[in-house]
């Protein structure tokens, strides 16, 4: 069983930045590919961004391409994201989820998810 507890969220203004982390304490992490998704109130889950397991690839919404940077530390059991230039629009909750089988932006491909951490943007 993975756990997945994500920290980090809370109030920016925009423009700010936040760094969110999620931390695994299963032994697959070093194994599985990452990914970061974000619920706004009202809307359905989206994805925001994925690193791969091995070499560390990366992906993104277009919508957070050249504010948002996903990275791990393999040695922490943690991914991170860190956003910049935020916006009133980034304003929901933020998961983190371990990816199963393949390499995706699809939810069903993730298999484990953390509770959420909240991040609030003001304007």
């Known amino acids: 069983q993975v756990q997945l507890v994500e920290s980090g969220g809370g109030l920016v203004q925009a423009g700010g930045s936040l760094r969110l982390s999620c931390t695994s304490s299963?032994?697959?992490?070093?194994?599985?590919?990452m990914g970061w998704f974000r619920q706004a109130a009202g809307k359905e889950r989206e994805f925001v961004a994925a690193v791969s397991r091995g070499d560390g690839n990366t992906y993104y919404a277009d919508f957070v391409k050249g504010r948002f940077t996903i990275s791990r530390d393999n040695a922490k059991n943690t991914v991170y994201l860190q956003m910049n230039s935020l916006k009133p629009e980034d304003t929901a909750v933020y998961y983190c989820?371990?990816?199963?089988?393949?390499?995706?932006?699809?939810?069903?491909?993730?298999?484990?998810w953390g509770q959420g951490t909240q991040v609030t943007v003001s304007s």
């Open positions: 299963g032994r697959t992490f070093t194994s599985s590919s």
């Open positions: 989820a371990v990816m199963g089988t393949g390499w995706g932006t699809l939810i069903p491909l993730y298999n484990y």
